[in-house]
């Protein structure tokens, strides 16, 4: 049973001082299904990714919170939680619900408010997806388990901080050419290397911003699409693997495996290699982390993460573009949302919808969603498809 | 607010002893004890041990921007510390030489203070390295 | 030299019955330094009369008990003393971290001792450590005990511009006291205090910092230090030629020269025992660091006098015996070694680390 996106709807991304969790998810979901042509009478289950909202805004009970804002009572409405990777999840599990033959129709969102809270009461909530009691206890913040990686991969690979800089600097000239995104402002090398230390090797330039929004999908059955005539983008693979919460419990500090393991079912499970994807979303929360994400994807050499970033193969018209959204880094991270909003992304472009930023001839694109320092992955493959 | 008592009355074997446990199937040390070994499954045999007090950086990173709880103490070196018999931890390497601190650098366990404590609670004790 | 038929027999009798001593020991100095010319310099004093140059200062993450708890592991570490022989844990200290929850069960499970061990803080000023070292000395007597621990430990506290923030750190010395003829490097063969209510120094409950009577402390410390000194030759039948160290509390550099003057001891006995002008006054640890660094290189068959002092007031004194165990059983590196080991650091950083920020 195949399944493929028939809407997507996306928030701008950034501080939404006036608009609540409740009003964001309401916005993308609404989106979501105007444009899939669809009633909302027509959707039979809602998958939310949601990552700390009791946290962050002291709300629990996510599922039932969308399925009310969307007007969809009493259909099941179910949160997803796998910290950064919540979205992604949330996609995957409406994909299984229909893979499963249970439904024909689901819709998949995520949605995070974080500008509630101060910065360092956020970065508390974000710790959550680390390992408390062996991490966060002895001062680790999510940049500082980021630094580590960095700084073994610069050790092991010879990389060094001015290409980490090259992933910001390109992802925010990705940004510009994005509506939605957080940023719109074009930085340099030297504005990244410039920036001031969070955490050695990694500078305030090279992380993801805290960030308001929400993102939603349409998923339905082939059949049913082509029974109701719909157009849009299937997906061909979803895969999640994972692995330790704390960098301690890994095998390799230069790799994340989660990664490796999910890119390589899904590519499987696709019948493609990587040199077919079109373009890619990765999950680059930290510049390392788009550099690791590369190389674990296989797009390019372990350990060439670096060089290919700063000789521009990643660009919009490099080798293969990667984050042409902007990703997390200059579109910005509403942690639960980021992996649908990847997925919203995958579906615009493979749409030929993507304006300014559309990359010519996208056949086939792929989205990656890391939970964590890279406990949770998930890659997602998908296709046009032409009903 | 979180009784964070019972949490680390919980802990203090590991943090102040390095208390894991070693599989006597596959030879593998975890660091904290594990509640199965994920080599060996059910033909695994576990067994309490104090992990060695030494071992050397895996990789380290200074920490400008810290959580709650340690603002005062920033900044801080943080690092993955692998144990002469394998076993990796994440500790907070103090009183050393910045120049010192790298890749490789022999590391011994000592025992401080953690987080800095608010004016009430508890304090938190447990291992950095040095 | 002939003694009185009395005292023979009761020095007699100790020689013959079989004694505890210290097996061995263990000494932590932070590493953090300010130099007292540092603190004149804020100040704007003059604090050469005190015969301190430098002081030792516990970084924000240490205090008392993380301290005691490195001091003692040096001393299992490096004189091979398994942590489940012990019994006993005594510390004393006039900063333990909390004012109600103990220390010494921090240390015991820090340590990994089993279970079985009595236990409690103790505080009398500066000698609640010796104190401690007497209590497992009786303890080891009564065959009480396997191996008992005594530590003594302090952060120092004062206030700032007073003139005990010219000498007042940081620093641990762990004792541990057992019977057994291959472990023992020095015998303790007498011990005895000399206590009076002489309120030269206190602190108050709640109070950050502790007060002080200025020149009246000289005048307790000495009345303390030398009556004890004297009961115990008393005791002993001893005099003062016939020991080959001596050690005394040491508030400043200049006090127990004095002392060893006014009890007719040549300085050079004196030296190798005073860290102070080294390391500041670490009050609790204060005579037990200077016991150490004696014991780093006393020779078999040397005798040992050491007089502690705590403020309101009271004074311990001991003598010990080397023994021939001390040729094999050593502490890895002397403490005049280890205190080379150190970082200086100006005195905005020293209140950063002590915490005497108030607004933070």
């Known amino acids: 049973m195949g399944v493929v996106i028939v809407g997507a709807g996306i928030t701008k991304f950034g501080e939404h001082w006036a608009k609540s969790f409740r009003e964001l998810i309401a916005e993308a979901g609404i989106k979501a299904i105007q444009s899939s042509g669809l009633s909302g009478q027509q959707i039979e289950a809602i998958y939310g990714g949601c990552m700390a909202s009791g946290r962050l805004i002291g709300q629990e009970h996510i599922g039932a919170l969308i399925a009310d804002q969307l007007g969809l009572n009493p259909i099941p409405s179910t949160r997803c939680e796998a910290a950064c990777a919540s979205g992604g999840v949330a996609l995957r599990t409406a994909y299984l619900a229909i893979k499963s033959g249970v439904h024909d129709i689901v819709a998949a969102g995520g949605v995070e408010k974080m500008t509630e809270l101060s910065t360092q009461a956020v970065s508390f909530a974000l710790g959550g997806a680390g390992d408390q009691e062996i991490e966060l206890f002895h001062g680790a913040t999510f940049p500082s388990l980021y630094a580590l990686l960095a700084r073994a991969h610069m050790h092991e690979f010879g990389t060094i901080e001015q290409q980490m800089a090259a992933v910001a600097v390109k992802n925010h000239a990705n940004a510009m050419l994005n509506p939605n995104a957080q940023f719109h402002k074009e930085i340099t090398i030297e504005q990244v290397m410039n920036s001031g230390y969070v955490a050695e090797p990694i500078k305030l330039l090279d992380c993801s911003p805290i960030t308001d929004g929400a993102a939603a999908l349409i998923l339905c059955s082939k059949d049913k699409a082509k029974e109701l005539g719909l157009k849009g983008v299937e997906i061909v693979a979803s895969e999640q693997a994972s692995d330790s919460l704390a960098l301690t419990g890994r095998q390799s500090l230069t790799e994340l495996r989660a990664t490796s393991i999910a890119a390589q079912k899904a590519y499987e499970k696709a019948g493609i290699r990587p040199s077919q994807v079109d373009f890619a979303e990765v999950h680059d929360c930290f510049t390392i982390a788009e550099i690791l994400a590369i190389e674990d994807l296989g797009f390019f050499k372990k350990g060439e993460g670096g060089i290919a970033s700063e000789k521009g193969k990643t660009s919009l018209k490099g080798k293969i573009p990667i984050n042409p959204s902007g990703g997390l880094k200059a579109k910005g991270h509403p942690v639960g949302a980021t992996g649908v909003a990847q997925a919203v992304e995958a579906y615009l472009q493979l749409m030929g919808l993507a304006e300014q930023r559309q990359i010519k001839n996208a056949k086939i694109g792929l989205t990656h969603n890391v939970g964590g320092s890279g406990a949770t992955a998930v890659v997602t493959i998908y296709k046009r498809f032409k009903g | ?130 | 030299m002939k003694l009185p038929l009395k005292k023979y027999l009761k020095r007699l009798g100790k020689v013959l019955r079989m004694n505890a001593g210290i097996i061995g020991y263990g000494v932590y100095v932070p590493r953090l330094r300010i130099k007292v010319s540092e603190i004149e310099r804020v100040w704007q004093k003059n604090a050469s009369g005190l015969a301190v140059s430098e002081k030792a200062v516990a970084a924000s993450d240490e205090d008392s008990c993380t301290m005691a708890v490195e001091a003692a592991r040096r001393g299992i570490e490096d004189f091979s003393i398994n942590p489940k022989r012990i019994n006993a844990i005594y510390i004393g200290s006039e900063s333990h971290p909390y004012a109600v929850n103990p220390t010494a069960s921090i240390v015991g499970d820090a340590l990994g001792t089993t279970n079985k061990y009595f236990a409690v803080d103790m505080e009398f000023a500066c000698k609640a450590g010796t104190a401690g070292l007497q209590v497992c000395y009786a303890l080891k007597k009564a065959k009480m005990i396997d191996v008992g621990l005594a530590i003594g430990t302090d952060t120092a506290q004062s206030k700032p511009n007073d003139a005990l923030e010219f000498t007042a750190a940081s620093g641990a010395a762990a004792f541990f006291v057992g019977d057994s003829k291959d472990e023992i490097i020095a015998e303790i063969e007498h011990t005895c205090s000399f206590t009076s209510d002489m309120p030269d120094f206190w602190r108050r409950p709640r109070a950050e910092f502790p007060e002080h009577t200025g020149r009246f402390t000289g005048e307790a410390y000495f009345k303390h230090i030398i009556n004890a000194a004297k009961l115990l030759m008393e005791e002993t039948g001893y005099n003062a030629s016939d020991f080959d160290y001596a050690v005394f509390h040491q508030p400043n550099g200049k006090f127990p020269l004095k002392a060893a003057k006014i009890l007719e001891i040549p300085l050079e006995k004196v030296k190798q025992g005073l860290l102070t002008p080294h390391i500041g006054n670490t009050y609790s640890a204060s005579t037990l660091i200077g016991l150490a660094s004696v014991l780093d290189v006393a020779k078999p068959g040397q005798k040992v006098l050491a007089v502690s002092y705590g403020s309101g007031a009271g004074s311990d004194a001991f003598v010990l015996n080397v023994t021939e165990n001390i040729k094999n059983r050593r502490a890895r590196r002397a403490v005049l070694e280890m205190i080379k080991e150190k970082e200086y650091i100006d005195y905005a950083l020293y209140v950063r680390h002590r915490r005497k920020i108030k607004s933070l």
């Open chain 2, 1 to 130: 607010m979180q009784n964070i008592a019972p949490l680390n009355w919980r802990r203090f074997p590991e943090r102040y002893l390095l208390r894991g446990n070693y599989c006597e199937n596959c030879k593998q040390a975890f660091f904290p004890p594990r509640a199965i070994c994920p080599n060996c499954r059910r033909k695994g045999k576990l067994v309490s041990m104090e992990m060695p007090r030494t071992g050397k950086i895996i990789s380290y990173t200074k920490v400008y921007v810290p959580p709650e709880g340690f603002k005062n103490e920033a900044p801080y070196y943080l690092a993955i510390i692998e144990l002469e018999n394998g076993a990796r931890v994440l500790s907070q390497i103090v009183d050393s030489e910045p120049e010192k601190i790298k890749i490789g650098a022999k590391v011994k366990k000592v025992f401080r203070r953690i987080a800095e404590p608010d004016k009430y609670g508890t304090i938190t004790y447990g291992y950095k390295f040095w």
